[in-house]
């Protein structure tokens, strides 16, 4: 092999062409339309945390996007109102999205594993039938769901806000697809062939390998129970029982003949987001914790 063949060690490298390196840059447009994105988003909740500090008279007579100075008085006025129904509208918010999330979440969880890891006559039937339901709108079943608990006695009842949401057809999705690909098969023969009941295998050994996907539905029912307004809105006539979605909506109404509401239903709107904000930090949290965990594992 002749001398000018062989590259040399200290030979300076060629540059990158142009369009390698442009292809490492970021680019220009997918930036914007994230910058676009984050703004419309976040303007409305930019909106209410600046309008929520304004008093009555500031809210129609300053800028938009200009701090005013009556939020602890807001705050107070809304407490106030009715003797503090409206802390009554957030626990029991507190009550349908939290526990219903919880019992939506362990229903998902056991339906999910028995849909991926057994096999019975109709199982395919029986998701299909599940993928309806995530493809349905809930407007749809508003009125047959009302009609059922009605003809229970349920209605204007806790449980008929309730129990409607322990059954979520996305959630048993995700917790299927989730399990199929997180508990492996091998395993799962290898407890049954040292002795273990069905049950523990799914206690010990399935549910905290489906923990991060649990995690997840449970946090999206809790969001969708904490945003439903159609179901209570149906269900319910009694307000102590209102959800604060559902409440507030009552408080807009009466702002139409009283303007000075208009801040309460504001201020409402914005202490409704706390806990949504609390939440998705305390998730992420036991998200990042199971990912690192289970990057030590062999």
Same mark, same amino acid.
């Given at each position: 092999m002749s001398a000018a063949t062989i590259a040399r060690p200290d030979a300076p490298t060629a540059p990158a062409p142009a369009a390698a390196r442009r292809s490492r840059r970021p680019g220009l447009v997918p930036t914007v339309v994230l910058l676009f994105g984050a703004a419309y988003c976040l303007l409305p909740v930019a909106?209410?945390?600046?309008?929520?500090?304004?008093?009555? !008279?500031?809210? %129609?007579?300053? %800028?938009?996007?200009?701090?005013?100075?009556? %939020?602890?008085?807001?705050?107070?006025?809304?407490?106030?109102?009715?003797?503090?129904?409206?802390?009554?509208?957030?626990?029991?918010?507190?009550?349908?999205?939290?526990?219903?999330?919880?019992?939506?979440?362990?229903?998902?969880?056991?339906?999910? =594993?028995?849909?991926?890891? =057994? !096999? %019975?006559?109709? !199982?395919?039937?029986?998701?299909?039938?599940?993928?309806?339901?995530?493809?349905? /709108? /809930?407007?749809?079943?508003?009125?047959?769901? =009302?009609?059922?608990?009605?003809?229970a006695n349920l209605a204007d009842s806790y449980l008929s806000v309730l129990l409607p949401s322990v059954l979520s057809p996305y959630g048993i999705y995700l917790a299927r697809i989730y399990a199929s690909a997180a508990v492996p098969d091998d395993v799962i023969e290898a407890a049954r062939m040292d002795g273990a009941s069905e049950w523990g295998i799914f206690q010990r050994i399935a549910l905290p390998v489906m923990v991060p996907g649990l995690v997840t539905v449970f946090l999206f029912q809790f969001v969708a129970v904490w945003n439903n307004f159609l179901l209570p809105f149906i269900m319910l006539g009694d307000d102590n029982k209102f959800p604060v979605t559902l409440g507030l909506y009552t408080l807009l109404q009466q702002g139409n003949s009283a303007p000075a509401l208009y801040t309460l239903v504001i201020t409402g709107a914005l202490l409704a987001i706390v806990p949504l904000i609390a939440l998705f930090l305390l998730v992420q949290r036991f998200w990042s914790l199971d990912l690192l965990s289970g990057a030590v594992k062999s």
């Amino acid at each position: 092999m002749s001398a000018a063949t062989i590259a040399r060690p200290d030979a300076p490298t060629a540059p990158a062409p142009a369009a390698a390196r442009r292809s490492r840059r970021p680019g220009l447009v997918p930036t914007v339309v994230l910058l676009f994105g984050a703004a419309y988003c976040l303007l409305p909740v930019a909106w209410v945390l600046v309008a929520s500090t304004k008093s009555s !008279r500031e809210l %129609f007579s300053t %800028f938009t996007f200009l701090p005013g100075t009556g %939020f602890t008085q807001n705050i107070a006025d809304l407490t106030a109102y009715r003797d503090g129904v409206y802390w009554k509208w957030m626990l029991n918010s507190l009550f349908y999205a939290g526990f219903g999330a919880l019992l939506s979440t362990a229903v998902s969880a056991v339906s999910g =594993y028995a849909l991926a890891k =057994y !096999r %019975f006559p109709g !199982r395919e039937s029986i998701f299909n039938v599940l993928l309806t339901g995530v493809l349905m /709108p /809930p407007v749809i079943l508003a009125i047959p769901t =009302y009609l059922l608990m009605a003809k229970a006695n349920l209605a204007d009842s806790y449980l008929s806000v309730l129990l409607p949401s322990v059954l979520s057809p996305y959630g048993i999705y995700l917790a299927r697809i989730y399990a199929s690909a997180a508990v492996p098969d091998d395993v799962i023969e290898a407890a049954r062939m040292d002795g273990a009941s069905e049950w523990g295998i799914f206690q010990r050994i399935a549910l905290p390998v489906m923990v991060p996907g649990l995690v997840t539905v449970f946090l999206f029912q809790f969001v969708a129970v904490w945003n439903n307004f159609l179901l209570p809105f149906i269900m319910l006539g009694d307000d102590n029982k209102f959800p604060v979605t559902l409440g507030l909506y009552t408080l807009l109404q009466q702002g139409n003949s009283a303007p000075a509401l208009y801040t309460l239903v504001i201020t409402g709107a914005l202490l409704a987001i706390v806990p949504l904000i609390a939440l998705f930090l305390l998730v992420q949290r036991f998200w990042s914790l199971d990912l690192l965990s289970g990057a030590v594992k062999s």
